[in-house]
């Protein structure tokens, strides 16, 4: 079985459905939503930001955008579906389980 989910190209009609998840060209925070994502077999675009070798680390393409994107909190990662606009893992992991039904339940 093989998921897209690196795809740029929209699915037709459904441009403005397909979930953005963007952070850096690394794994780190935004690697456990990625996870989650394809395990729940949701078509999301995968953002990644590069950033410039060291010592300057350059982040200049994130830096042009950063503002631009009606972000109240403006941060990486962040996630949009929608009208849906959500900064910081922790956050877009809670949202995420809520909508896929992944929250824990106590048992009575």
């Keep these: 079985m093989s998921l897209n989910f690196h795809s740029q190209e929209a699915r037709p ?3 403005d459905m397909t979930p953005l998840l963007a952070y850096w060209d690394v794994r780190g925070f935004a690697q ?3 996870n989650l994502l394809v395990y729940k077999g949701v078509e999301f675009e995968d953002k990644r930001y590069p ?3 060291p010592p300057e680390y350059s982040c200049g393409e994130w830096l042009s955008q950063k503002f631009e994107l ?3 909190f403006p941060n990486l990662p962040y996630y949009m579906d929608g009208d849906v606009k959500i900064t910081q893992s922790l956050a877009i992991l809670r949202y995420l ?4 039904d992944l929250n824990a339940r106590w048992q009575t």
């Design 70 to 72: 009606g972000l109240k």
């Design 51 to 53: 950033h410039g070798p």
């Design 97 to 100: 389980a809520r909508k896929y």
């Design 13 to 15: 009609g459904q441009q």
């Design 32 to 34: 456990a939503i990625r």
